[in-house]
Every structure is written in structure tokens, then in C-alpha cells.
């Protein structure tokens, strides 16, 4: 059988989507991209192929909430996108663990970007992107958008305070943070690496696009210099038996 060729026809849906969301304000609480992804997601948007509806450069934060893993109770008290200092983070623990009945938790957040495809045959060629730069978590969301998560699996979460005190010593909090830290630098590179392997897919992409409109162009041309001959072909023989009709006439 012969290779399937991929589709590179853009819904004009996608294009609209595409144009709307991209004008839209920001609505996440810091209201602005994160600056170690901006040329990351500056890539994505001005392709033809793609754009995010969504997106973390990846976090350190503390955090409190009233009930365990009832996130609408979540109050942010401290949230870096770069290595964090440890004597930040003591400070704000210190100052949030006087509330009695609150659960208080350090987590790592690694890159988070949601991307919306115009086909599914481009959504597949960014997911094996993503899986290859170590994002194996990622996953297609298919329905009336094609959406893919790009996401991986190094996190870091531990609850280092409950009902007004400290649950660890400080020694293991100091722990915590590195491993944090460790965590942040390698998920830095990480976006070095996607970013440059999402740039080359999509000049691939775009490149097959280019191909396509070149190979529809010389149909085009095939198909008009066929007719131009056809009729040059109708118009001469037209002349001829004209002639053949002259010459029965006067022999």
C-alpha cells in the first residue's frame, strides 16, 4: 500500500478560533506569559498549524488550603517561576502556619501547555514531539477543538504544615526546596529542547504545506496550457477544413 500522505488543509473553524483567542486578555491570575516561554509560545501562535489556549512555564509554590484536595478553598502564599530562595519560603510558611485549621503544601509544577491543532494529523506529529523532549504525559483531547496537553510527570508535592505549626523540621524543608530547584533548572532545559524540536515540526509542516500549494499550482498550469493546446488544436483543424471546403468548390 502507499504511504498516507498527510492532510495539511486548515478548517477555517481553527483559523476564526485561532484569531478570537489570541485577542482575548489574559485571565490567568498573574495576566501575562511567563518570560522563559514567551519565545516558545511566540512559535506556536504565529504558526499555521497551532496556538495555546493555555500555559505555565512551570512553578515552585506554597499554598494553603482549608480542606486537602478542595482546591476552590486554595489560597497562593507563595509562588516563584525560577529557583526559589529557601528563606522566602520559611518566611511565608511562618507567616501562614499561625492559621489554625489550614493545610499547607510546597509543590513543584513542571511546564503545562494546552494547544489547540487545526488537524489530527498535526496534533499527532506535536504529541511525538512532546513525548520525544520527555513530556510523556501528554495527551489528544478530540472533540468539537483538537487539543493536546503538553505535560510531564516531574513534580513535587509534600505538606509541610497543618492546624498551626510546621509539620517538618526546618533541616528537610531545606531539602525540599533544593530538590525543587533541581527540579526547575532541569525543567528549564526541557523547554530549551521542546522549543527548538517544535520549530523544526513545524517548518516540516509548513514546508509540506509549500509543496502541496506548489504541486496544486502546476495542476493548474498543466491543465491550462492542455486547454490552450486543445484549442489551438479545435482552431486549426477548424481552418483546414475550411480550406479542404474551398478547394471542392473550385476544382
Not at 489570541?22 to 495576566?31: A, T
Not at 506556536?44 to 478553598?73: D, P, Q, V, W
Amino acid at each position: 500500500m502507499a504511504k498516507r500522505m498527510p492532510e495539511y488543509n486548515i478548517p477555517k473553524d481553527f483559523l476564526n478560533n485561532k484569531q478570537q483567542t489570541l485577542r482575548q486578555i489574559d485571565r490567568s491570575k498573574k495576566g501575562s506569559i511567563d518570560i522563559p516561554i514567551l519565545s516558545l509560545i511566540d512559535v506556536i501562535n504565529t504558526s499555521l498549524f497551532f496556538y495555546t489556549t493555555s500555559s505555565c512555564s512551570g512553578r515552585i509554590i506554597l499554598y494553603s488550603e482549608k480542606s486537602a484536595g478542595i482546591k476552590h478553598n486554595c489560597k497562593w502564599i507563595y509562588t516563584s517561576h525560577k529557583e526559589c530562595n529557601i528563606d522566602d519560603v520559611i518566611v511565608a510558611l511562618k507567616r501562614e502556619v499561625t492559621i489554625v485549621c489550614n493545610v499547607i503544601t510546597l509543590k513543584f509544577e513542571p511546564l503545562i501547555l494546552h494547544v489547540c491543532c487545526a488537524n489530527i494529523e498535526c496534533s499527532k506529529a506535536l504529541m511525538k514531539v512532546a513525548v520525544g523532549c520527555g513530556y510523556r504525559n501528554s495527551g489528544l483531547s478530540i472533540g468539537k477543538k483538537i487539543m493536546l496537553a503538553v505535560r510531564s510527570t516531574q513534580g513535587l508535592e509534600v505538606p509541610i504544615g497543618r492546624d498551626g505549626s510546621i509539620l517538618v523540621e526546618e533541616k528537610y524543608l531545606k531539602f525540599l526546596v533544593e530538590e525543587a530547584n533541581i527540579k526547575m533548572n532541569l525543567n528549564c532545559e526541557r523547554i530549551k529542547v521542546l522549543e527548538l524540536a517544535i520549530t523544526n515540526e513545524i517548518r516540516l509542516l509548513e514546508m509540506g504545506v509549500c509543496q502541496q500549494e506548489n504541486k496544486h499550482q502546476e495542476r493548474t498550469l498543466i491543465h491550462k496550457e492542455n486547454g490552450m493546446e486543445i484549442k489551438k488544436l479545435e482552431f486549426d483543424t477548424e481552418f483546414k477544413d475550411e480550406d479542404n471546403i474551398l478547394e471542392n468548390i473550385f476544382t
